[in-house]
């Protein structure tokens, strides 16, 4: 079993509409967790960071983290073109240290 | 505010070479992190360094070394290169103390091994 696991797509969606992006993993100690967006040939940006069960937004982007499941998504509100990248899930499994360990991530289009 | 940078932006080596790839963190952070990409795969943790020394180590064999100077910027050698080096290499930094805070990175370095 891999330490954090992602569909990896391609996942199509319509400008407009909400991209679902879904990520497990295994480490329970897990303490951190990422989500970070790359464009083709570029490097990772950060998009998102949650520590806690539960929601939080920002613009757009919602991150959800369920502890208990051991899962984590980002939901994309108003998807737009300019939204169409690979987006990986990060987490930090030990706990106090800085080590990440990423998905293969999720490669997301949006269709105008 | 100068955000991560990183040198050279592409490499082109042979097999049986050596290569060192070089960091700069962004300013206020104190510890780097050095990943390796390959192709349609999530970056891998090859090692951080903190306070000069190496603070964690993924599963890289020894041909995989760094070092961090005390301004923090911190070097990638790799020894007798394979064909399987080849990827993209990312350099990340993040403050040491708030161990909870994300990373960010630099632009990468393509290595290509021919």
């Known amino acids: 079993q891999k330490e954090v696991e992602q569909n990896s797509g391609p996942l199509s969606v319509p400008e407009g509409a909400i991209a679902s992006l879904n990520c497990t993993y295994s480490?329970?100690?897990?303490?951190?967790f990422f989500w970070y967006r790359q464009y083709s040939g570029k490097s990772p940006e950060l998009i998102m960071s949650?520590?806690?069960?539960g929601d939080k937004e920002d613009g757009r982007f919602t991150a959800q983290l369920n502890k208990a499941s051991q899962y984590v998504s980002l939901l994309i509100r108003d998807s737009q073109p300019s939204d169409s990248a690979t987006y990986l899930c990060?987490?930090?499994?030990?706990?106090?240290?800085?080590?990440?360990?990423f998905g293969q991530g999720t490669r997301l289009t949006i269709n105008p | 505010d100068a955000g991560v940078t990183q040198s050279p932006t592409h490499l082109i080596k042979t097999r049986g070479q050596q290569v060192t790839l070089r960091c700069s963190p962004k300013?206020?952070?104190?510890?780097v992190s050095w990943y390796q990409q390959a192709l349609g795969q999530g970056p891998q943790f090859i090692f951080q360094?903190?306070?000069?020394?190496?603070?964690q180590r993924g599963n890289f064999p020894d041909r995989f070394s760094g070092h961090q100077f005390p301004n923090y910027s911190s070097e990638l050698n790799v020894n007798a290169l394979l064909l399987g080096d080849s990827a993209l290499y990312l350099c990340?930094?993040?403050?040491?103390?708030?161990?909870?805070?994300?990373?960010?990175f630099g632009d990468g370095t393509r290595l290509s091994i021919l």
């Open positions: 949650i520590y806690s069960n």
């Open positions: 990060a987490v930090n499994p030990i706990q106090g240290a800085q080590k990440l360990v």
């Open positions: 990340a930094s993040s403050p040491g103390r708030d161990r909870y805070q994300p990373q960010h």
């Open positions: 480490d329970r100690v897990s303490q951190s």
């Open positions: 300013s206020g952070h104190d510890t």
């Open positions: 360094y903190y306070e000069e020394e190496e603070r």
